[in-house]
C-alpha cells in the first residue's frame, strides 16, 4: 500500500466508522420495532384466550357465575350502565391525579431538602422509616374523621402513599449521585441552583420516576380504599356496592375500568420518563 493510498483510507476511516455506527443502530432500532410489534401481538392474543376460555367456561358450567360472572354478561352491564359508572370513573380518577401531583411533587421536593442536610437526613430517616410501615388503609377512617365524606379526605390517603414512596426513591437517587461530580461542580465554583439542575436533577431522574410508577399504582390503591370505607361517589364505593348485591359482573367491570385507568397512567409516566432523558441526550 503506497503512502498516498494510506492517506485516503486514514481520510475515509471516520467517515465509514459513523456510517457503520448509524447502520448498526438502524437495525438495532428495526429489530427492537419488530420484537415490540410481536410483544404487544402475543400480549392481546393472551388477553383474547383468557377471556375466551372464561367465556367458555362459564357457559358450559365448570365455573359458578354468580361467583365469577362472565365477559360477555360484564361488557353487558357496562354498557347498562354506562353513566354511572363514567361519572364515578371521572371522580376516582380526579381524586387519584390530585392525590398523585400532590404527592409527588412534595416528596421530590422533601427528598431535595433533606439529603442536602446530612445531620436532618439522618435524623429524620427513623421517623420515615416508621411512618412508612404505617398501612394506609388504616388511616383513611382518620382522613374521613378530619375531612369528613368528601374529596378531600380520598386525596389526603393518595398524598399520605405517593409521598413517601417518591420521597425515599429520590432520596435513594440523590445519595448515590458520584461525589467526584460533586467536588467538580464545587471546583468550577457552580451556584446551587446549577449543581442542583446540571448534576443532581440529571443524575436522579431514574429514581425519581422509579418513585413515581409506584406511586401512581398506589395511589389508585388509595384512593379507591378510601371510596370502599366511605365515599359518596367513585368506583370504590361501587365495588361496595354491588359486592352487597352478589353482582359480580359489576365489580369485574369496575375492576376492568381500574386496570384500565392504572395503564393509562402508568405508560403516560413510563412516556415521560423516556422524553424526559432523551432531552436530556440531546
Not at 25 to 35: I, L, S, V, Y
Not at 91 to 108: E, P
Not at 174 to 194: E, I, N, R
Amino acid at each position: 500500500m503506497t503512502s498516498a493510498t494510506a492517506t485516503i483510507v486514514t481520510q475515509n476511516a471516520p467517515a465509514e466508522l459513523a456510517r457503520a455506527i448509524e447502520g448498526s443502530q438502524q437495525r438495532a432500532k428495526r429489530k427492537k420495532t419488530k420484537w415490540s410489534a410481536l410483544t404487544v401481538a402475543l400480549q392481546v392474543l393472551s388477553l383474547v384466550v383468557a377471556l375466551g376460555m372464561w367465556e367458555w367456561a362459564a357457559a358450559s358450567g365448570s365455573i359458578n357465575t354468580l361467583f365469577f360472572s362472565q365477559p360477555s354478561a360484564i361488557g353487558t352491564f357496562a354498557i347498562a350502565n354506562a353513566e354511572g359508572l363514567w361519572n364515578d370513573t371521572l371522580a376516582t380518577l380526579r381524586a387519584t391525579v390530585f392525590g398523585f401531583a400532590i404527592g409527588s411533587v412534595a416528596g421530590v421536593a422533601v427528598a431535595f431538602f433533606i439529603t442536602s442536610i446530612p445531620l436532618l437526613d439522618r435524623v429524620l430517616q427513623p421517623w420515615i422509616s416508621v411512618l412508612m410501615s404505617i398501612p394506609r388503609v388504616a388511616l383513611a377512617p382518620l382522613f374521613l374523621l378530619w375531612f369528613g365524606i368528601t374529596e378531600t379526605s380520598k386525596v389526603a390517603l393518595a398524598v399520605s402513599i405517593v409521598f413517601f414512596m417518591v420521597l425515599v426513591s429520590t432520596a435513594a437517587g440523590l445519595k448515590s449521585v458520584a461525589p467526584d461530580l460533586l467536588a467538580l461542580g464545587k471546583a468550577f465554583h457552580a451556584s446551587p441552583w446549577q449543581r442542583f439542575r446540571t448534576i443532581l436533577l440529571p443524575s436522579c431522574v431514574p429514581s425519581i420516576f422509579a418513585g413515581l410508577r409506584l406511586g401512581v399504582v398506589t395511589a389508585i390503591l388509595g384512593v379507591v380504599s378510601s371510596e370502599m370505607v366511605a365515599s359518596s361517589n367513585g368506583l370504590g364505593q361501587r365495588i361496595v356496592l354491588y359486592g352487597q348485591n352478589f353482582q359480580s359482573a359489576g365489580v369485574f367491570a369496575v375492576l376492568a375500568l381500574l386496570a384500565i385507568i392504572t395503564g393509562v397512567m402508568t405508560a403516560l409516566v413510563a412516556w415521560s420518563e423516556r422524553y424526559l432523558l432523551r432531552w436530556q441526550a440531546m
